[in-house]
C-alpha cells in the first residue's frame, strides 16, 4: 500500500466522509501522512497485511501514477497489477481487496 496525499482532507475539498475516515486537514509534514495511514490500516484490518509505504511531500507517486481520482493501486515485485476504478465517484475497498486475495494466490 502506499499511502498519497488526501483526496478529501476537510481543510481543502470536503465530502461527506465517515468520520472514522475524515482528514481534518491536509498533511504538512510526513508524520501527518504516517498517522493516518495507521489510521486507515487499523480502520480497515485486511490492509494491515499489505506492506505500507508512504508518498513523500512532493508527492512524487501521486504524479508519476496519476494517481488522481484513482487512489488504490497493487503492486507485486514491482510491477503495477491492479488499479482500482472508481463507481460513482467511489470506491468498494472490500472488492479491491478480495481482487488482491485471488491475485496472491497465484
Known amino acids: 500500500m502506499v499511502y498519497v496525499e488526501e483526496?478529501?482532507?476537510?481543510?481543502?475539498?470536503?465530502?461527506?466522509?465517515?468520520?472514522?475516515?475524515a482528514v481534518t486537514q491536509q498533511h504538512v509534514k510526513l508524520?501527518?501522512?504516517?498517522?493516518a495511514a495507521f489510521k486507515?490500516?487499523?480502520e480497515l484490518p485486511p490492509l494491515?497485511?499489505?506492506?505500507?509505504?508512504l508518498d513523500g511531500m512532493g508527492n512524487h507517486f501521486q504524479r508519476l501514477y496519476g494517481a488522481w481520482p484513482t487512489r488504490l493501486y497493487y503492486f507485486d515485485?514491482?510491477?503495477?497489477?491492479?488499479?482500482?476504478?472508481?463507481i460513482?465517484?467511489?470506491?468498494?475497498?472490500m472488492a479491491f481487496w478480495?481482487?488482491?486475495?485471488l491475485l496472491r494466490r497465484r
Open 77 to 86: 515485485n514491482g510491477e503495477l497489477v491492479l488499479k482500482a476504478d472508481a
Open 31 to 35: 508524520g501527518d501522512r504516517l498517522r
Open 7 to 21: 483526496a478529501h482532507a476537510e481543510d481543502e475539498w470536503p465530502i461527506a466522509t465517515p468520520a472514522k475516515f
Open 40 to 42: 486507515l490500516q487499523q
Open 98 to 101: 478480495e481482487k488482491i486475495k
Open 48 to 53: 494491515a497485511k499489505l506492506p505500507m509505504y
Open 88 to 93: 460513482d465517484a467511489t470506491f468498494d475497498l
